[in-house]
């Protein structure tokens, strides 16, 4: 499938990373390290002129989040980006679970930018998306 130069498709799921820093809390520094990224090939970070640790954009027809680019070392998988399960991921994968009880978090399509915008803290994002 050919898509067009800033659409991605988006995987999410568990790093050990991810594992290691919930240990120390989801408030923790090390947590919000290790979730609130958007792993890229880095051929494409180098199309789209992405630079490392540079904040992104990602918009599905589900919703956006910014977050901090980093080079996959998982290389290559072009078109490919990854981001770690999470209160950041969950913004932007289908939540309708089609009565699964797990929503879809495999080959979303996903617009990627890049972005001035600052990735948000845990209690940030969870005032701006979740508060009522």
Known sequence: MKLPPNRFL???GRTIYQGVAKENG???EEYFQSVSICEMDPEDMKELGIRENQNVKLTTEFGSVVLRAVE???APHRRIIYVPYGPWS???VNQNTN???MPSLKGIPVEV???SEKVLS???LLTKYYRK
């Open 99 to 101: 009565g699964t009880g």
């Open 72 to 74: 996959s070392l998982r």
């Open 113 to 115: 930018e890049a972005s």
């Open 26 to 28: 989801k408030l923790s």
């Open 122 to 124: 845990l209690p940030d």
């Open 10 to 12: 988006l995987e999410t």
């Open 90 to 92: 969950n913004l932007v």
